[in-house]
């Protein structure tokens, strides 16, 4: 069976799909309001993943200067390893070069080894930061070598 699964903007109806998957997702979830208020930064975007009507995952990400930041990333654990998390990690690097950046960063806590691997898997490169956490990076410079 052919996937229709579609990457698109998130609008203001996906929040409770979004955010039913981010508090499958991670140990403090976001509630509605801190949803609102990350949502609100001019800088900030997101896109969901969705097929046949239902939003399977979602990306926000800031953008900055050179560098794609994302802040949140999430797929429903039902829909894990079906392709989800890499259509919504494509659609970023595509966006590289159409906006003149080159590097795509997320920080990660050392206890979320499923999401370091799957990073680790797109590309992306791992830097210890302080306290739990790991920056992972993706360069477009450097995949492109």
């Not at 699964?5 to 981010?22: G, K």
């Not at 990690?89 to 795509?104: A, M, P």
């Not at 370091?116 to 995949?143: C, H, K, W």
Request: proline fraction near 2%; charge should be negative; glycine fraction near 8%.
């Amino acid at each position: 069976m052919e996937s229709t699964l579609t990457i698109r903007w998130m609008i203001r109806r996906d929040d409770r799909e979004v955010l039913m998957i981010d508090d499958r997702c991670f140990i403090e979830p976001l509630t509605q309001h801190a949803l609102i208020d990350l949502l609100r930064d001019r800088n900030v975007l997101a896109v969901v993943a969705e097929e046949r009507g239902h939003v399977l995952g979602y990306c926000i990400y800031r953008l900055g200067g050179f560098v794609i930041e994302i802040l949140r990333l999430g797929v429903d654990p039902r829909e894990r390893r079906n392709g989800v998390g890499t259509a919504l990690i494509d659609r970023l690097k595509s966006k590289l070069l159409n906006q003149r950046r080159d590097t795509i960063t997320i920080d990660v806590l050392g206890t979320s080894v499923g999401q370091q691997y799957f990073l680790a898997n797109a590309g992306f490169m791992a830097e210890s930061r302080p306290g739990d956490v790991i920056r992972f990076t993706y360069d477009l410079e450097v995949d492109d070598a």
